[in-house]
Nanobody, 127 residues
Framework: QVQLVESGGGLVQVGGSLRLSCAAS????????MGWFRQAPGKEREFVAA????????SYADSVKGRFTISRDNAKNTVYLQMNSLKPEDTAVYYC????????????????????WGQGAQVTVSS
């Protein structure tokens, strides 16, 4: 069993930055691709970013490219999402997730490709 706990969310002004962390317990994340998704009120949960287990492959939603960066520290069993130049439309609950598995270069962008999810962290961007 894997437990994922997000932290680092909060209220920030337009143009500001936040860094989300996702700490895992129970199992090592080092052999799994990791992803971040978000869900705004009244909307479907959507893909934000993913990082392969090797760290050598990434994928980003078009809406966050150039502003968000996903990274991982396997020694700390933690995944991060650095969010810069935040916009009001980035307001959502952000979830980290562990993939079901795959090659060291695999990155998943669909919800069904992930089997463990955190409880979510609220990010609110005020204008």
């Amino acid at each position: 069993q894997v437990q994922l706990v997000e932290s680092g969310g909060g209220l920030v002004q337009v143009g500001g930055s936040l860094r989300l962390s996702c700490a895992a317990s129970g199992r090592s994340l080092s052999n799994y691709a990791m992803g971040w998704f978000r869900q705004a009120p009244g909307k479907e949960r959507e893909f934000v970013a993913a990082l392969s287990s090797s760290g050598g492959s990434t994928s980003y939603a078009d809406s966050v490219k150039g502003r968000f960066t996903i990274s991982r520290d396997n020694a700390k069993n933690t995944v991060y999402l650095q969010m810069n130049s935040l916009k009001p439309e980035d307001t959502a609950v952000y979830y980290c997730a562990r993939s079901r598995g795959g090659s060291s270069w695999y990155v998943g962008v669909r919800r069904y490709e992930y089997d463990y999810w955190g409880q979510g962290a609220q990010v609110t961007v005020s204008s």
